[in-house]
């Protein structure tokens, strides 16, 4: 069974690009790793376009839900439906 990391494609100071830029390079470095994006499918497509190989090891979770709604939540120890990680969860640093 391979690793799968959901991730907030939305958060983030610098968005989309950041956390998938992010993500990216984890695989890269990680192949066996896939992802549950998490956020607005149309920005995660067009982001996607620049990294094919994480496009092939990823799953995008449209939610209407947002990202400080899941925070609040976690805040209060409850179980969010996803795990966030960002880019510096991933001890990973941007490359933008």
């Known amino acids: 069974m391979k690793p799968r ?3 907030d494609a939305m958060g983030g100071d610098e968005g989309v690009r950041v956390m998938l830029g992010g993500a990216a ?3 890269h470095r ?3 790793f896939t992802f549950l994006l998490v956020g607005d499918e149309k920005q995660i497509k067009q982001g996607l376009d620049n990294h094919p190989n ?3 090891a990823s799953r995008i979770w449209m939610t209407m839900v947002s990202a400080d709604w899941l925070r609040s939540i976690m805040s209060l120890n409850c179980v969010p439906p996803v ?3 960002t880019s510096s969860h991933l ?3 941007s490359s933008g």
């Open 5 to 7: 990391i959901a991730i």
């Open 25 to 27: 390079e984890a695989r």
């Open 30 to 32: 990680h192949d066996r």
């Open 54 to 56: 994480l496009r092939a």
């Open 83 to 85: 795990t966030l990680a």
């Open 91 to 93: 001890g990973l640093k």
